[in-house]
């Protein structure tokens, strides 16, 4: 029913042989049947094998999640390592190098789009293998099926190692060997239906009230519900109302989150403790994830029994407005949070919508808008929520609606190739509207962001003259408002105009000031976007500056540290295009392979992203020989050619211009238009990860291999080992503080802690651990 491991294997030899089989063809494999059923665990248990071989893996719950590209930023929450590219295929190449990997993608079924995301996932890093499971067949091309049904009824004569039989055993901790009880257990296993989820929330039960009163509670009733309905009805009062209340947590939350959403009433204590009697009784979960603070999870079906509960109830006006308040707070803590807890982030403003003044959700929804630029399924999410908003033509004061037109330029549908001119005037005339409107508000701070936002629109609108005019006016309202941050960009902004006019000298003026404030300041669009323009100027003309200016390498790992991935692109474009020029191009495939891979991450919310790494590559192919790629790449450019001068440097500018012409002059015109009407058929969304393929052939990369069988984990801590030693005699939590004297709450995240470290989901693997390793009491 809910995470990996927690309902272990028993019965299912069948089904993970065919799992691993799946697997080794290399082909999308899900796991499908109903809830409770065991998919998880049989998802754990095959990457467990894997793991063994020294193959990765990383745990993806995406329950909660309802796009493609929110669930490309749950992928990315979930990597190891700090700092990685917001690209999905380049943070897997960042974190494992090319190194075999089962990427496990956990209750699938509401994801749109999900096909395409692992077809591009898969095709961006070649050594990934898509796990997933659901109710049902995702219905991919190469997809591999694996249906896992309930386990057999059991009769009251079956003999004890009955499948169904052994899994209660395991989790009520009583011997089955008197005939009574077994029958009892039967009992139990058939009115559960067989559902491993079901079987062990009524075990859980019988440590307390034994087996024959649990049998006779349940007699009569059928599957799950029956299940959970018990189950709830043996909770203390406390537990119960928590539960109800978890229920409006869409993803995985913390303790300090439960502290902030769940009300006791006139009850005294710690919330945490009801987490804790609800995880005895198997109703919340802890989160599989990277290390950090515990999280918890409810199972699907647990959740759909409590939300039914809350809505039924009077809670559910005050649970809802406590947790919008939490999550519109966390909205604004940082990218890494907006990733990993935007399910409850966008809940939150959905409940603000639902209850609250347009315009006080409107607002809420601007300013929580420049946190998700980075992170491409929130800002997507949000835009779209933003232009419903002002689809709706209420009145808004004019301050805010120009916020909320600026904040809305990605909603464009219909973005592709011969489209393109019609989103770039689109958006252009969206800015102008945004900026009339907070010009006759006389609001400056947000003249000011729409000022900075038409700037950034350039390679989109292609609108030199109001982007140069923007760049001067914010320049002198940065001024007179004293925003030493805003100045610092509108600097950077102004220099790159000045550059494009020929005066070099007030091009490096204005971009060393731009650096230099940015630096005292802490804006790093500044820092690393001055730093790249000066970079391209001759070394004469650089400033010397302290801390001195960074190499080309060094202010792609700046801009990749800083979020910047704008910058990062025309940073690995001037990289791509200097091997080049040295003959270095497999080194130039390699850097425009990277820059795919960003592009392919902003390809939704940025129609031209991959346009300038497909210009880059048309030259490097040709200059390997590889004419017939080459041709491929000219005719994806051709027609978008207006577009390629904004998004390559006008060094590399001439190359392109160079080779195109010669494309044109020795490629048959019959080939030619048979290439163009692939191209066209594709769009540039489905060309880059083509682009990526050739770019790592031409790169000469090879994958990293396994490292061989995984070690047992070495590195739990002393209290971690004593834990663990009580957890696999079968003391709860509360039995554990006693014992080492601590807080069930410490146990609790030592718990989760040792459930990380070994990679399994509950205390029924960490318990096999122990046994297998000897740490028992």
């Known amino acids: 029913m809910g995470s990996a491991g927690g309902l272990g294997l028993v019965g299912r030899d069948a089904e993970l042989d065919a799992v691993r089989r ?37 745990v993806v719950p995406l329950r909660a999640v309802e796009d493609s590209m929110g669930a490309a930023d749950a992928v990315l929450a979930e990597l190891p390592g700090d700092n990685l590219s917001t690209s999905l295929p380049e943070a897997l190449w960042e974190a494992y190098d090319g190194a075999p990997v089962v990427v ?7 994801v749109e789009g999900l096909v395409e995301l692992v077809t591009g996932l898969r095709a961006g890093y070649p050594g990934a293998t898509v796990l997933c499971t659901a109710l049902r067949p995702l219905h991919a091309p190469d997809e591999r099926v694996v249906r896992v049904a309930a386990l057999s009824l059991p009769g009251d004569d079956a003999p004890r190692d009955h499948p169904a039989l052994l899994v209660f055993a395991e989790h009520a901790w009583i011997d089955l060997d008197d005939p009574a009880v077994r029958a009892d257990a039967a009992r139990i296993c058939r009115e559960a239906g067989g559902l491993p989820g079901s079987i062990v929330l009524a075990a859980a039960r019988v440590r307390t009230l034994g087996p024959s009163v649990v ?26 109302q928590t539960l109800v209340q978890l229920s409006v947590f869409v993803g995985p939350f913390q303790l300090d989150a439960v502290a902030a959403v769940v009300d006791r009433g006139p009850t005294s204590g710690d919330p945490a403790d009801d987490v804790l009697e609800l995880v005895d009784a198997h109703l919340v979960e802890p989160s599989p994830g990277r ?15 409590a939300r039914h509960l809350l809505v039924s109830g009077d809670l559910a006006d005050g649970v809802r407005d406590r947790h919008a308040l939490y999550y519109g707070n966390r909205g604004r ?50 835009e779209e929520r933003i232009g419903d908003l002002l689809a709706r033509d209420q009145p808004v004061p004019d301050r ?38 907070a010009r006759e508000s006389g609001d400056g701070p947000a003249l000011l962001a729409v000022l900075d936002r038409t700037v950034r629109s350039l390679r989109i609108t292609l609108d030199l003259a109001s982007a140069v005019a923007a760049a001067h006016e914010g320049l002198e309202l940065a001024r007179r408002l004293d925003d030493q941050r805003a100045l610092s960009r509108f600097e950077c902004w102004v220099s790159m105009a000045a550059r494009t006019a020929g005066d070099a000298e007030g091009a490096v003026r204005l971009a060393t000031s731009a650096v230099v404030r940015g630096r005292e300041h802490g804006d790093p669009v500044s820092t690393t976007a001055g730093a790249q323009l000066l970079l391209t100027l001759p070394e004469e003309l650089r400033p010397v500056l302290d801390p001195p200016l960074p190499t080309l390498e060094e202010l792609l790992e700046d801009c990749i540290r800083l979020e910047q991935p704008f910058t990062a692109m025309t940073v690995l474009g001037a990289l791509a295009h200097q091997a080049h020029a040295r003959g270095e191009d497999p080194a130039a495939a390699r850097w425009i392979w990277r820059l795919l891979m960003i592009g392919a991450n902003r390809q939704r919310t940025e129609p031209m992203a991959t346009l300038g790494g497909v210009a880059l590559l048309l030259s490097v192919a040709l200059a390997l020989g590889e004419e017939e790629d080459a041709a491929r790449l000219r005719e994806c450019t051709r027609p978008l050619e207006l577009f390629v001068p904004y998004c390559i440097g006008p060094p590399a500018m001439v190359d392109y211009q160079r080779d195109t012409a010669r494309l044109d002059d020795t490629v048959p015109q019959d080939r030619r238009a048979a290439l163009a009407g692939e191209v ?98």
């Open 104 to 110: 496990v993608l956990e209750d699938v079924d509401r």
């Open 22 to 58: 799946a697997l080794d063809s290399r082909a999308l494999v899900a796991i499908t049947g109903l809830p409770g059923v065991g998919r998880s665990a049989l998802a754990a248990a095959a990457a467990a094998e894997l793991a063994a071989d020294g193959v990765a893996s990383v």
């Open 680 to 777: 066209a058929a594709q769009g540039m969304a489905k060309v880059n990860p083509w682009a990526q393929d050739l770019a790592r052939r031409l790169a000469g990369h090879r994958p990293a291999s396994p490292t061989g069988r995984a070690d047992a984990p070495t590195d739990l801590t002393p209290r971690e080992l004593e834990v663990l030693a009580e957890l696999a005699s079968g003391r709860t939590n509360r039995e554990i503080a006693e014992i080492l004297g601590m807080s069930a709450k410490t146990v609790m995240h030592h718990s989760v802690a040792i459930y990380r470290k070994l990679g399994v989901r509950g205390r029924t693997g960490a318990t096999a651990w122990a046994v297998e390793h000897g740490v028992t009491r």
């Open 333 to 382: 803590a940082g990218a890494d949070i907006v990733r990993r807890e935007w399910p409850d982030i966008a809940a939150a403003l959905d409940h603000a919508l639902d209850t609250g003044r347009l315009d006080d959700v409107l607002a809420a929804a601007v300013a929580l808008a420049p946190d998700v630029q980075e992170v491409p399924g929130a800002k997507a999410s949000l």
């Open 215 to 240: 049998a006779h509670a349940l007699a009569g009733h059928d599957g799950i519900d029956a299940a959970l309905g018990w189950t709830f009805e043996l909770l203390t009062k406390a537990a119960q």
């Open 400 to 437: 805010l609606r120009a916020q909320a037109l600026m904040w809305s330029t990605s909603t464009f549908t219909g973005g592709e190739s011969g489209d393109m001119q019609r989103v770039g005037l689109w958006t252009a005339r969206r800015l102008a509207e945004a900026a009339g409107l």
């Open 291 to 305: 290390e950090g603070e515990a999280r918890f999870v409810l199972p699907g079906p647990v959740r759909r029994f």
